[in-house]
């Protein structure tokens, strides 16, 4: 009888324990969704910002930003950078949700068709988060390369102006008289000969 009662109360136990697993696997579900709402509505609103800065010809920065700088200027390629790390990392939580759910529970509990959906469900998240990272690489290269690019032609625009400097500095060191070690010398050999005569 004992027996049956601890053997019920640790049943119960472990019940509570799985329902709370549970309940925590939903809300981290449901905070998945709300970091790729966020994702999308910010995507949504600096694209609109980039059609208003393409009719306007003014400059701006991406708003509501988590992944990169604050100031980081508006572009399609950011715009697509910051929802390729949210739905990344999104994609990367709900793999974790799922290996804590398929451990929860003990193996004979599913059904082949569960553990088949689960492989199923799994492999294409995985899947979606290798090419979707493999996609922030090449964003991100492609973002280098612009602002590289960006640097060379201001580097180029002060060329002129640095050749114009340098151009003045040369002409200033020649204008200025030129003392050389041979007059140095001549001027030492004079002070020897003065001496030398004012001896004698």
């Not at 990169?68 to 790390?85: G, N, T, V």
């Not at 994609?91 to 553990?115: F, I, W």
Request: proline share 2%.
């Amino acid at each position: 009888m004992e027996d049956q009662d601890a053997h019920h109360g640790h049943g119960a136990a472990v019940g509570l324990q799985q329902e709370m697993l549970e309940q925590v696997l939903h809300r981290t579900s449901l905070f998945g969704i709300i970091v790729l709402l966020f994702g999308i509505a910010t995507a949504i609103l600096n694209f609109w910002l980039l059609l208003v800065q393409h009719l306007l010809g003014r400059s701006f920065n991406i708003v509501l930003a988590v992944t990169q700088a604050k100031k980081s200027p508006l572009s399609l390629d950011h715009i697509k950078l910051e929802l390729a790390r949210m739905v990344s990392f999104l994609l990367l939580l709900l793999v974790a949700v799922d290996v804590l759910e398929t451990l929860s529970k003990p193996g004979h509990h599913y059904a082949m068709e569960e553990l088949y959906k689960m492989i199923l469900i799994g492999s294409i998240r995985t899947t979606l988060a290798y090419f979707l990272g493999k996609e922030t690489e090449d964003i991100m290269h492609h973002i280098k390369q612009a602002q590289n690019q960006i640097h060379s032609e201001e580097h180029e625009a002060l060329k002129p102006e640095d050749e114009d400097e340098t151009k003045k500095s040369t002409a200033e060191e020649e204008s200025k008289p030129q003392v050389t070690h041979d007059t140095c010398l001549e001027k030492e050999e004079r002070k020897k000969a003065k001496k030398q005569l004012t001896e004698k």
